[in-house]
């Protein structure tokens, strides 16, 4: 059985920055910039970090 065309899985970030000079297309630094990354994920020092649900309410406080 082949891979068929129907649907688009979007890709995962890798879980550290590579430092390429062109940015690859899962860096968690790019996906983070154009706001791609997946909800509860953050980075952290070029690194992608989970987000506590706490931390996640705390910032939505600040920004109100």
């Known amino acids: 059985m082949g ?3 129907g649907g688009k ?8 920055c590579c430092v390429s000079k062109s940015k690859c297309n899962r860096c968690p ?7 791609t990354l997946p909800s509860g994920y953050t980075v952290h ?9 706490s931390q996640v309410k705390k910032a ?3 920004a109100a």
């Open 29 to 35: 630094l790019r996906m983070l910039k154009e706001g």
């Open 45 to 53: 020092k070029r690194k992608l970090v989970k987000v506590k649900k």
């Open 3 to 5: 891979k068929g065309k």
């Open 9 to 16: 899985v979007a890709k995962l970030p890798k879980k550290e």
């Open 60 to 62: 939505g406080k600040k």
